[in-house]
């Protein structure tokens, strides 16, 4: 069935339950000298390049085959549009490898037909913290779909990851593979029904008309809580600590310091945006809510060609109850114009995402370890991790 992955240090579906296979690592690293030196071949043409994405140029012809190539729904109608400034934010996190970034190149035209990258984290599994690859952005230009590109993109980047020291990685798709540590679905948040119901991102409701339909989708004007407002650089160091306290809740999570929090929620517009609720008068940070700016194309519609997209990324309440705090958070990304909100049913968010008038959506997320295993699948609110 998965004549790839069978070869590869992943959980195998046939040892799925199998009680005498231990947690942790499927293999032990190997010294470093034994790592294979040189790429791996690719069929004739093409080569291997290590992608500059700070190269206005660069970036371009990344940004151009993800639009063109990345992730759709089931059904086609929509692709992932990733932004140049967000595909930075992604790829250069503290201590990233440019080595990781990896593309596949025609040698003559020098296009790039291929992509595919890593970033480091240290992911906690259990008591143990791993230093892991994220691999992320794994494309192949539509044209050259089902010729194996992607197991030889894929024991490429490993290669570069195992010169680098590390010998486990995380990774998340749409698709199932051997084999998954948790099997999340993507809920929707309505912000701008109308326009979602005329691209067929949503239908109109069994006895719903459109007026009664954007009623339902109704915020208020501003945000309630409190103490609201944008996190800044000076709120780093309690972010941290609100943040590290709570990802220690879940069985797998990342491992996040100042740095980490600076990079990943620091706003950056059109990119991230996060906000934290400060107290009037002890000025202690309580509670903080974020997301991220993923865009999808509409493939096909005469009228509209882009939906603004929220996915909520990190939340941590301790005093303002996470509903209300996401429901800001749902204000403040209807005044920026987003179409949708969407959330995974990860940590705690079952716990908002009926009240707040989410929906289950078709898609489903499932998430990976490489070369490390896991004794039975985790619950999706046991899962502390957001990958891009
Ligand atoms: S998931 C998004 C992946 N990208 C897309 O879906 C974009 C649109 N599709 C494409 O570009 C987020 C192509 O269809 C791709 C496959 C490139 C997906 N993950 O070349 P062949 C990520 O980026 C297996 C892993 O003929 P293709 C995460 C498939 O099962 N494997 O197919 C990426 C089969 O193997 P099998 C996937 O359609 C994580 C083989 O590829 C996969 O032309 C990567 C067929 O290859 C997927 N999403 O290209 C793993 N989709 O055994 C990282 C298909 O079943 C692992 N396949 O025969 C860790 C590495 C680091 C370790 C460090 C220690
Ligand atoms: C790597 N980091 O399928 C990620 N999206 O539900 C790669 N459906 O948008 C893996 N099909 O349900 C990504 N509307 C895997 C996801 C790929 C993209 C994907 C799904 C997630 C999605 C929408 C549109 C469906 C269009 C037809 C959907 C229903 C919304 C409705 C709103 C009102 C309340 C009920 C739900």
């Known amino acids: 069935r998965h004549k790839f992955w069978e070869t590869q240090p992943v959980g195998q579906f046939k040892d799925i339950g199998d009680p005498s296979l231990p947690e942790g690592p499927i293999e032990p690293p190997t010294p470093l000298f034994e790592v294979k030196q040189e790429p791996y071949n690719l069929p004739n043409h093409y080569e291997w390049i290590t992608c500059d994405i700070n190269s206005e140029e660069m970036c371009n012809e990344v940004y151009t085959l993800l639009a063109n190539n990345y992730v759709e729904d089931n059904e086609n109608m929509f692709r992932f549009n990733y932004s140049k400034e967000f595909l930075r934010w992604a790829l250069q996190p503290p201590g990233y490898f440019r080595s990781w970034h990896i593309g596949v190149c025609v040698k003559n035209s020098k296009k790039l037909v291929a992509f595919i990258t890593g970033i480091p984290v240290r992911i906690r599994v259990h008591n143990e913290v791993v230093n892991m ?24 980047v490993t290669r570069r990851v195992h010169l680098e020291n590390m010998w486990q990685a995380a990774y998340t798709a749409g698709v199932v593979l051997p084999t998954p540590i948790a099997s999340c679905q993507y809920w929707h948040r309505s912000l701008n029904p109308k326009k979602l119901i005329d691209v067929g991102f949503s239908r109109l409701g069994a006895r719903m008309t459109m007026s009664r339909t954007t009623r339902l989708f109704k915020l208020p004007e501003s945000t ?6 944008k996190m800044e650089i000076h709120h780093v160091p309690a972010v941290t600590r609100l943040l590290r306290n709570h990802l220690n809740h879940f069985v797998v999570a990342p491992d996040l310091d100042e740095n980490d929090v600076g990079h990943w929620l620091l706003p950056e517009e059109n990119v991230v945006d996060s906000y934290v609720v400060e107290c009037f008068e002890t000025l202690e940070i309580t509670d903080f809510v974020s997301f991220y700016t993923l865009p999808s194309a509409i493939l096909g519609n005469q009228n509209y060609s882009l939906l603004k997209a929220a996915y909520s990324f990190y939340n941590v309440s301790t005093k303002t109850p996470l509903p209300q705090l996401v429901n800001d958070a749902l204000v403040v990304a209807k005044q920026k114009e987003y179409d949708v909100f969407n959330a995974l049913d990860i940590m705690q968010n079952e716990t908002f ?7 289950p959506g078709d898609g489903k997320l499932h998430c990976y370890l490489y070369n490390y295993r896991l004794s039975h699948a985790l619950k999706p609110s046991e ?5 891009l």
């Not at 309630?224 to 407002?229: E, M």
């Not at 995402?353 to 929906?359: A, M, V």
């Open 353 to 359: 995402l009926k009240e707040l008038k989410f929906g």
């Open 224 to 229: 309630i809580t409190p103490g609201f407002r």
């Open 133 to 156: 690859a994220e691999i992320n952005f794994l494309c192949v230009h539509k044209k050259l779909r089902s010729k194996r590109l992607a197991p030889v993109m894929i024991k490429e």
């Open 383 to 387: 899962l502390g991790l957001v990958l």
